[in-house]
């Protein structure tokens, strides 16, 4: 089937299911991201925590224990701005290396907010307090996941694995825990400052229109109220705007 015939296809389906066709949203899609560390390295449980705190995910969740729905990425911008679709953070890790990116997507209208949006998200990450409370949380969320992960043999024997392949030995899940909880809101402050003061690693799809460019972002990021020139944003004008902007 062609890529029309196919759409029409769809259209049909959604008509008979929702009373009438219905076209997908067209939305912007931005991830930012910074380099972060190695799985050797040894910030790297740092990271791990930093991403949990952040968490995120999309705009609808059933919620329920696990789930992430005190997050930062859910608190401070899925659950304050209607017009985002997700927030996402994720920690990729290599041999050598890592990238830790925050990912979010929006109505094509609410492009630049969306940019602002994530940049005032790493920024408060680097200059921002980490309540007891949250930093709390995301250390019991990340243990939570670590020991019901291995609570699977087939998942154990696979950890056992990577970890002979990748760094020689293998650290207990009681090691990783005490990592883990060792974890301060000093640390993760530091790690935060250490990733911005590299030039931001940017990619985007969907409908562009309304996003700054790289040479704007990369300049929001130099100051330090992380805020972008040259548009004034219509709905943070409304009085909308919330802590995180």
């Not at 930012?32 to 040894?42: A, K, R």
């Not at 609808?60 to 911008?77: D, E, H, I, N, W």
């Not at 994530?118 to 709390?136: D, Y």
């Amino acid at each position: 089937m062609s890529t029309d015939e196919i759409k029409q296809w769809y259209q049909r389906r959604v008509a008979i299911t929702a009373g009438g066709p219905q076209e997908l949203p067209t939305l912007t899609h931005v991830s930012i991201g910074f380099p972060s560390s190695s799985h050797q390295d040894e910030d790297y449980v740092k990271y791990c925590v930093l991403n949990t705190l952040m968490g995120g995910g999309g705009s609808f969740s059933a919620g329920g224990p696990g789930k992430g729905m005190y997050t930062r990425l859910y608190l401070q911008v899925l659950n304050r701005y209607h017009w985002m679709y997700s927030a996402l953070a994720f920690n990729h890790v290599y041999e050598d290396s890592g990238i830790f990116t925050i990912s979010g997507s929006s109505h094509p209208s609410h492009g630049w907010d969306l940019v602002q949006v994530l940049i005032k998200q790493f920024k408060e990450m680097a200059t921002g307090a980490i309540e007891f409370h949250e930093l709390n949380r995301a250390k019991t969320q990340l243990k939570s996941t670590l020991l019901m992960n291995l609570e699977y043999r087939n998942i154990e024997l696979e950890d056992v694995g990577r970890q002979v392949l990748a760094a020689g030995h293998r650290k207990s899940a009681t090691e990783l825990c005490s990592m883990i909880e060792a974890v301060t809101p000093m640390d993760l402050q530091r790690i935060s400052a250490e990733m911005l003061e590299a030039e931001p690693s940017v990619g985007a799809y969907g409908n562009l229109k309304h996003i700054p460019t790289y040479e704007e972002i990369c300049s929001a990021f130099k100051r330090d109220n992380g805020e972008l020139h040259g548009r004034i944003s219509q709905f943070l004008l409304r009085g909308v705007r919330g802590k995180s902007s």
